[in-house]
């Protein structure tokens, strides 16, 4: 369905937020953001999972304005990236599940908007390396690559791996070959099975015998504990199943990502943003996330388009990215380098509580220009 809006606080949100990403551009450069801490973004290494979103929020905001007296400064920063982030395709403990997050919002982008056959050849490598990943017993895609005491990696799949599965989605396309997608689909079952539970509530991290492929145990992850529901979770699962959906037709991801947006907006009420956890006990909600609110948002407005309830969704989507910009943006703070305020990273880890994060900007830009009548990147 067409998403209708045409009120004056859209266009003021975008340009606060495209004015902000320019002025930003200036002095974070080719680097790769993930938290602001006291007003200012922080730098990563191009193998940290979030390395994807300064590049993709710099093509949003070039995409609207391919003219402009900015965008020739933003190419050159997104090839910067782009290079960088090649470099790591070719270490295989820098290669994980979240490849999907990294080049769809870089070399993919990179070629749909400019045609660079770099981007095109370099998407279609992380699409291989990611379809590597495929654990054929247990029909998963394995997460990490770091050992840990806690669980055995070698058999762990977490939710966030829905947002990824586009990048072999979009492989097949390309390359005319199915097994992109065959895996990406088989990977996607095993999620609806074995993560999503019947209230819609999902869990984050699920452990499998890395040998047999069996499930052994649900794991809090970045949620409270096991049985918890993780507000991010939530909105990673709702976004994920709907562009399953959109790319291959399959009703049972429709359905899927309608079971999970209905429970976070139930859980939501009247609220912008969520607690951290739905289920956070008393004495640990104390931690709110933005970036929930902001993911939740853009795959509303996705499923909008593709659900007979789309009218429901597309209100919902619009509500909480307008109380986003109402509420908690840093508006034209010149202090503050960060879009949207109160995200949350990892409370029970006790990293970036309460912060602007980038994927949290990224996501809530996208929004809005999916509100202006354009298309996500994912």
């Not at 266009?11 to 080719?30: F, H, L, M, P, Y």
């Not at 992380?126 to 990943?133: D, I, S, V």
């Not at 990696?153 to 977490?158: C, E, F, H, L, S």
């Not at 959109?246 to 969520?274: K, Q």
Request: hydrophobic share 40%; net charge negative; glycine share 10%.
């Amino acid at each position: 369905m067409t998403i209708p809006t045409s009120a004056t606080w859209l266009e003021d949100a975008w340009q606060q937020g495209v004015s902000k990403t320019i002025r930003n551009a200036k002095r974070i450069k080719d680097t790769f953001p993930h938290i602001s801490v006291q007003g200012v973004y922080d730098k990563n290494d191009p193998e940290w999972w979030t390395a994807g979103f300064w590049p993709g929020l710099l093509w949003l905001v070039y995409r609207a304005a391919p003219e402009s007296e900015a965008a020739p400064s933003l190419r050159r920063i997104n090839d910067s990236c782009e290079r960088q982030l090649e470099g790591c395709l070719r270490d295989p403990d820098s290669v994980d599940h979240d490849l999907g997050f990294i080049w769809l919002l870089s070399g993919v982008v990179s070629y749909r908007q400019t045609g660079s056959e770099d981007g095109r050849r370099r998407g279609l490598l992380a699409a291989n390396l990611l379809a590597a990943r495929f654990h054929v017993r247990g029909q998963f895609i394995r997460a990490w690559n770091f050992s840990s005491s806690m669980m055995d990696t070698r058999g762990v799949a977490i939710m966030d791996s829905m947002m990824n599965l586009p990048l072999l989605y979009w492989a097949s396309e390309q390359s005319g070959d199915p097994r992109f997608r065959w895996l990406a689909e088989a990977h996607a079952d095993t999620v609806a099975r074995e993560f999503v539970r019947a209230d819609g509530s999902v869990c984050h991290v699920v452990e499998f015998d890395p040998h047999t492929g069996q499930k052994l145990r649900e794991h809090g992850g970045q949620g409270h504990a096991p049985g918890s529901a993780w507000a991010r979770g939530t909105a990673w699962a709702l976004y994920g199943f709907a562009l399953s959906f959109r790319y291959t037709g399959e009703a049972r991801y429709l359905g899927t990502a309608e079971r999970t947006a209905d429970f976070f907006l139930a859980m939501l009420g009247e609220d912008i943003v969520p607690l951290w956890d739905f289920r956070a006990p008393a004495e640990h909600q104390v931690a709110w996330d933005s970036s929930a609110a902001a993911i939740t948002a853009s795959g509303l407005l996705e499923l909008a388009k593709l659900s007979p309830r789309g009218h429901i969704y597309a209100a919902a989507g619009e509500r909480i990215v307008r109380g986003l910009y109402e509420h908690y943006s840093s508006g034209e703070l010149a202090a503050e380098e960060g879009l949207i305020m109160q995200g949350t990273v990892h409370y029970p880890e006790g990293r970036g509580i309460n912060v602007p994060i980038i994927y949290g900007d990224y996501f809530y830009m996208e929004a809005l220009a999916k509100l202006r009548g354009s298309e996500g990147l994912f």
